[in-house]
């Protein structure tokens, strides 16, 4: 089939956060009930349509794939199973095949196969069937490890059983615990009638010594991205309902823990500490005005938020470096910790040692733009790029989930500045490319800025000009105290506004809700493919229904194209 890429003519905005996109009102039945009457409550919202179990198959399409297009496996951590090819299926050993594993085994449910999308998940065949229907536990003397010891069985060390139990690996007990908070509240009616060790008849419907298990792991694993991009997409299928405990774990302790008592509020639920102050995501973009974002310094008691564009300039740009990795550190730049040459970019950072690479002095004495591109060692590290100035942090660049190319824009230092790229340990990066200029563009105040905005972590932009790209960062301040800069987030307006889109086959039409890209009534079998601006494939989906949901997973401008028999059709699309 000859393939051609057609004019793409006008954008799609979609609203699209680092946090899970919960719906609003959802959970307004639950707010001020406490104990067993929220878990009640809760049961009832979160009721949901079978989605039917052969389904799953394409459930898991959406909900459990990897950056590199392949299987999630939480039991094992050598898999690398294919979509659809690689289904169970006969198996021998490890990585031959995935299946549907109920990680509630069905024979405690009365042996019957069942399809709630967030308890079945797809799994390794073989260490599914070493896993059987024993229960979830820590073990201590060891009968069977998958491949890297990542998976276990063996004799339960946890007080309150002996049995044999099954560990999943640390990186994934809180993903577990979650569905099993899930399980004894979706189903509390049901808990008491289901055999095998676990679930009890009795609020809050798990066995003691499982509670307090689960209890643990969940604190030694909270919430990760991956577990609410799989919450969002699970909400977004067929089955249509959320994991209460992955959108507010303050829940957990509420129904579970110590907490029985205390009422459910999310406005002044307590939230997890804030590790660092950055500026975040602009959202609620339109053609003139947006939102600013960015999250809470300890210290401050008011904020003071800049906003500025860059216009065209007739000054020469200059290019002060531009380093492809591949060659390793360029000559004159220095090294701290682990940065080594490897896989045509400078590895940063190893399991048990930070990494940084330093420029030599620089004139950063006017603004400057820098653009780097860099991945993660493994999917599993969390990877993130630091970047600092003289010391000084100034941007991250979160390459967790793939390759990234961002642009960010410096404030002025000094003539004798160094710039650091830096990652942490067992958080490894690869750096693969960085380009600075400076000139050729004057940063413009908008009217009005800075200005004081109060102790917010938000705050309205508007008046803006659709022709424009817009900037903007933070100041912390402790009354007249300066205590620091954030970072400096970028809003493509006019990007995004005067971006172009071709013409779809007729009939098909895509839109987006909470986060989510909906492809509806697109040829069956056709592809849909989503790429970054420097080509890297994000997302590549079959169709198999009249309505396709692809969860997007950070900001910025995108080609989505579908690919069918009738020819290649692409649209760009910005991402907020």
């Not at 643990?216 to 405990?245: C, M, T």
């Not at 053609?287 to 065209?312: C, I, K, M």
């Not at 006019?494 to 697109?522: H, K, M, R």
């Not at 198999?544 to 059709?569: D, F, L, S, W």
Request: proline share 4%; net charge negative.
């Amino acid at each position: 089939m000859k393939e051609k890429l057609l004019t793409v003519s006008s954008a799609i905005l979609l609203a699209v956060g680092v946090c899970a996109e919960i719906p609003q009102g959802y959970y307004d039945d639950a707010i001020g009930k406490s104990g067993k009457t929220l878990q009640t409550t809760l049961s009832k919202i979160i009721n949901h349509s079978d989605p039917g179990y052969d389904a799953l198959w394409d459930i898991y399409e959406i909900t459990d794939r990897r950056d590199d297009g392949k299987v999630w496996d939480m039991y094992s951590n050598t898999s690398n199973f294919t979509f659809g090819s690689d289904q169970c299926g006969n198996y021998g050993d490890e990585g031959d095949c995935y299946n549907r594993e109920h990680s509630i085994p069905k024979s405690w449910r009365g042996g019957t196969k069942y399809s709630d999308a967030h308890i079945v998940v797809p799994t390794d065949g073989y260490v599914n069937n070493r896993r059987s229907n024993y229960p979830f536990g820590e073990v201590g003397s060891s009968s069977y490890v998958s491949d890297n010891s990542f998976s276990k069985l063996g004799t339960c060390k946890t007080s309150g059983y002996s049995g044999t139990v099954f560990e999943p690996n640390d990186v994934y007990k809180g993903d577990f615990a979650r569905i099993y908070f899930y399980a004894a509240t979706r189903y509390y009616a049901e808990c008491g009638n289901w055999s095998g060790d676990g679930f009890s008849g009795s609020f809050p419907y798990l066995d003691e010594w499982v509670r307090e298990m689960m209890l643990r792991w969940h604190e030694l694993d909270p919430v990760s991205q991956k577990e609410i991009d799989r919450n969002d997409a699970v909400y977004a299928s067929r089955q249509g309902n959320r994991n209460p405990f992955v959108d507010y774990p303050e829940l957990v302790d509420l129904i579970f823990g110590d907490n029985t008592n205390e009422a459910f509020n999310p406005g002044d639920a307590p939230q997890p500490p804030v590790e660092e102050f950055v500026a975040v995501d602009a959202t609620d973009i339109t053609a003139t005005s947006f939102q600013a974002n960015w999250t809470r310094h300890p210290q401050a008691t008011d904020y003071e938020l800049a906003v500025w564009y860059n216009d065209g300039g007739e000054g020469q740009a200059q290019t002060l470096f531009d380093v492809d990795f591949a060659d390793g550190v360029p000559s004159g730049w220095s090294t701290m910790g682990y940065a080594v040459k490897e896989n045509d970019a400078v590895r940063l950072a190893s399991g048990s040692k930070d990494g940084v690479v330093i420029t030599s002095a620089l004139d950063l004495s006017v603004p400057a733009t820098l653009t780097v591109s860099c991945m993660p060692y493994k999917t599993s590290d969390n990877s993130v790029l630091y970047i600092l100035v003289d010391g000084n942090e100034v941007a991250q660049v979160d390459c967790a989930s793939g390759k990234v190319t961002q642009e960010i824009v410096l404030e002025p230092a000094t003539s004798q500045s160094a710039i650091s790229f830096k990652a942490e340990k067992s958080r490894r990066v690869y750096l693969q490319s960085a380009t600075l200029t400076t000139g050729g563009a004057t940063q413009i105040l908008v009217d009005g800025y800075p200005r004081r905005v109060g102790n917010v972590l938000s705050y309205t932009v508007d008046n803006l000009d659709s022709n424009r790209d817009y900037y903007y960062n933070v100041t912390a301040y402790n009354g007249t105290e300066k205590l620091e800069v954030s970072n400096t987030i970028s809003v493509p307006i006019a990007t995004a506004l005067n971006s172009v889109e071709s013409d779809i086959p007729q009939g098909v039409f895509v839109y987006a809700y909470n986060g989510v890209v909906y492809v509806d009534d697109a040829p069956i079998h056709a592809r849909i493919n989503c790429y970054s601006l420097d080509g890297t494939l994000c997302d590549t989906h079959t169709v198999h229904a009249t309505r396709e949901a692809i969860p997007m997973h950070r900001a910025g401008v995108y080609i989505v194209q579908i690919v069918c028999e009738q020819g290649c059709y692409a649209t760009r699309v910005a991402v907020y």
